[in-house]
């Protein structure tokens, strides 16, 4: 149609947002699959036109991990006729607030339509009831909302929550609204990673040196073989 008008492409810019996690609803390879087949049917090779894609999504989201801490709670005991004690196990709902939410980190859950959900740091055990919960930013307004509907064990202020695939559309986009402090952020590799790192970076004669040894390029923590973890945000408020 274009070319019947006189125009001449050039450039087909492909956009973003491409999937970056396991577990999308539609895998990057399948899009990847659809796209190229497109592309060698109307743009084969040779034909003059540059093909654009922004992957910051796809390379970045699962690069970094969140860990928040929660720093008030709320307990809402439900009605039920005829039950008059309270205990551990009756039924209720809990709100936690985090040291972090949607005007920091979680903007995306304003601006991209996602509903975060925590790692718990340890396994409860079978018998521990599990409660309908909400999280909450520190802001004191009702649109600081990070997730409803979720179904976690009873958890204490102090309590560390970790979510995954934070790297996109998370620090960058988030702001200092209501005193919130920018976050800090924390590499982590395993000990095979290291030092592949060094061994590409550093001169032979400073590889020699203690690993102990904090130098320009040592831009992580050093950690067990077993655990490789990307870069971790921690709110600078509780470091």
């Given amino acids: ?40 049917l109307y743009f084969p090779e040779g034909c003059g ?19 928040v801490s929660i720093i008030a709670k709320k307990e809402v005991l439900l009605d039920q006729p005829g039950r008059e004690e309270e205990t551990d196990s009756a039924p209720k709902t809990i709100t936690y607030h985090l040291d972090e939410g949607i005007y920091g980190i979680f903007n995306s859950v304003l601006f991209d339509n996602t509903c975060p959900t925590p790692v718990l740091q ?3 055990p079978t018998e521990q009831p599990w409660y309908s919960s909400s999280l909450w930013g520190p802001a004191a307004d009702g649109c600081d909302c990070v997730a409803e509907g979720l179904w976690l064990p009873q958890l204490h202020v102090g309590d560390w929550l970790v979510f995954e695939n934070m790297g996109a559309y ?3 986009m988030g702001s200092l609204f209501r005193g919130t402090q ?11 990673a290291w030092k592949a790192l060094r061994e590409q970076l550093l001169p032979a004669e ?32 509780i470091m």
């Fill in 49 to 67: 036109v540059d093909i654009l894609a922004k992957l910051g999504r796809y390379y970045v989201t699962s690069a970094f991990t969140l860990a």
């Fill in 1 to 40: 149609m274009g070319a019947e008008l006189g125009h001449r492409m050039h450039i087909l810019d492909l956009g973003g947002s491409f999937p970056g996690v396991e577990g999308a609803k539609v895998r990057f390879e399948e899009i990847a699959s659809v796209i190229n087949s497109a592309l060698d």
């Fill in 122 to 124: 340890k396994k409860p």
């Fill in 182 to 192: 920018t976050c800090r952020i924390t590499y982590a590799m395993s000990r095979v």
């Fill in 206 to 237: 400073q590889d020699e040196d203690a690993e102990g040894v904090c130098k320009p390029l040592s831009c992580g923590w050093e950690i067990t073989d077993t655990l490789c973890v990307g870069p971790v945000f921690t709110p600078a408020s």
């Fill in 170 to 172: 998370t620090v960058g």
